[in-house]
């Protein structure tokens, strides 16, 4: 058991000791360095292209915003100022209504005709009452025997002399 003692036995540590990693250096792959820098630069003019719409999205929300509180702004104004012209209009009519009503009541009515028209009020004795006897029919007899075209052709004639009449 000679082997068994306390010896002089050495012990190799170095077995323990983290142990560097070996470098090996790649050799690059051209094609994929081209693929990935075509990549890179389409997912920089997407992302740009992405920043410029969402800019003026909203730019043009603003815009909106702003148009319609013009418009807002504008449709107000008209409200008040056609409130205002209402207002002045049943003002008016208020007015006018009581000067009506004042020139036309009855004791403005009967000044005017006896002042200006000479007028004056009927005696008992100018009124006459006529009665009727027979029934509720009137018979009208047409003195020049004129037929019914002939009529309607004078009712028509008349229409059109009286309104060229008017308008002279």
Known sequence: MAGMGRGNEA??????????????????????????????????????????????????????????????????SRIKTQQQELNNLQSEYVRL??????????????????????????????IQYITVQGGSEVELVDPQGRGLLETIGSAISDFFSELTYLFQ
């Open 11 to 76: 012990y190799d540590l170095s077995l323990f000791e983290p142990k560097p990693a070996k470098v090996v250096q790649l050799v690059p792959d051209k094609r994929r360095a081209r693929a990935q820098k075509k990549q890179r630069r389409i997912q920089s003019l997407l992302n740009t292209a992405a920043t410029l719409l969402t800019a003026g999205l909203a730019v043009l929300a603003v815009g909106l915003v702003i148009a319609c509180r013009v418009h807002l702004t504008e449709m107000d």
């Open 97 to 126: 209504t009581s000067e009506l009503a004042a020139k036309t009541s009855a004791q403005q009515v009967e000044d005017y005709a006896t002042q200006v028209l000479g007028m004056q009020k009927a005696d008992p004795g100018q």
